[in-house]
C-alpha cells in the first residue's frame, strides 16, 4: 500500500516541477474533464487523499477553497500542509486494518459499507486517474507528460 502512495506522492512532485514551465494562464485554463483546470486537478487529487484518511480515521474533513489556492506555489503549500498527517497514517498501516468496516453515511439517509482497503486503493486509483487526464491535457499543450512507469522509480529496493 505505501509504495503506491509513494508513487503517486513521486510522481505528484514530477507535475508540479513539470508546472513551473507553464504560464499560469495555462495552467487556470478551464479544461474538459477532470475537475476544471490544471491546478486545480492538483488542489483536487490532495483534498481528496487528505479527506479519505481523515473519514477513516473518524477526524473532521474540513473543505477547503481552491480559490485560496490558485497558483502553483499555493498548491505545494497545500501538500506540505496535509502530507504529513497522509504519510503518518499511511506508514502506520498495516494488514489488520485491511478489512475494518468503513460506512460511507449518505444523502437522503443511505448508506454503504467499504472495508478500508478499498478506500486506501481507491484513493490510490483517484489520484492515478487525475494523472491521466494531466498527460492529455500536457499533449494537448505540445509538452511531454511526467512519466508514469512505476519501473525505475526506486521504490522497492531489491536484495
Request: with cysteine; proline share 3%; aromatic share 12%.
Amino acid at each position: 500500500m505505501e509504495t503506491f502512495f509513494r508513487y503517486n506522492w513521486m510522481v505528484r512532485e514530477q507535475w508540479y516541477a513539470w508546472c513551473e514551465d507553464v504560464p499560469l494562464e495555462e495552467l487556470l485554463r478551464p479544461r474538459t474533464g477532470g475537475v476544471g483546470n490544471i491546478l486545480q486537478t492538483l488542489f483536487h487529487i490532495i483534498d481528496v487523499e487528505w479527506s479519505w484518511l481523515q473519514l477513516l480515521q473518524g477526524k473532521p474533513d474540513d473543505a477547503e477553497d481552491f480559490a485560496n489556492y490558485s497558483n502553483l506555489e499555493a498548491v505545494r503549500r497545500f501538500d506540505r500542509k496535509l502530507r504529513p498527517d497522509v504519510e503518518a497514517f499511511v506508514t502506520a498501516w498495516d494488514s489488520r486494518m485491511e478489512k475494518r468496516a468503513y460506512i460511507d453515511h449518505r444523502s437522503a439517509g443511505k448508506a454503504s459499507t467499504d472495508s478500508w482497503g478499498e478506500v486506501m486503493r481507491h484513493v490510490i486509483a483517484h489520484e492515478i486517474h487525475h494523472m491521466g487526464q494531466l498527460s492529455v491535457w500536457a499533449r494537448e499543450l505540445g509538452k511531454q507528460p511526467v512519466s508514469a512507469n512505476v519501473i525505475g522509480k526506486g521504490l522497492i529496493i531489491s536484495d
